[in-house]
């Protein structure tokens, strides 16, 4: 099982970034896939999932209605789309797929002027 995020980077207050993930190892139509950030010296935290085939997202109180989830499962990739962004979205974010307990290295999110 491997997850390879990318798409971070440094943008700045108000800004956008689209993060990918592409998945292998396993069935990816078959999981829920998540977003995971962890930002220093916090807790990783959940900010998004969605469902494997009927799509249905959740979002943390934190980043609904800036952030969406997305998921191409004849690509084996899961998108998070962030939007008017904040200092506090700064962190590290994870791809992760419910059950299956593996981390990829992450990519990193830094907001800021």
């Known amino acids: 099982v491997q997850f390879v995020e990318s798409g971070g980077g440094l943008v700045q207050p108000g800004g956008s970034l689209r993060l990918s993930c592409v998945a292998s190892?396993?069935?990816?139509?078959?999981?829920?896939m998540s977003w995971y950030r962890q930002a220093p010296g916090k807790e990783r935290e959940l900010v998004a999932t969605i469902t494997n085939i009927r799509r249905s997202t959740t979002y943390a109180d934190s980043v609904k209605g800036r952030f969406t989830i997305s998921r191409d499962n004849g690509k084996n990739t899961v998108y998070l789309q962030m939007n008017s962004l904040k200092p506090e979205d700064t962190a590290v974010y994870y791809c992760?797929?419910?059950?299956?307990?593996?981390w990829g290295q992450g990519t990193q999110v830094t907001v800021s002027s």
């Open positions: 992760y797929a419910q059950g299956l307990s593996v």
């Open positions: 190892g396993f069935t990816f139509s078959s999981y829920v």
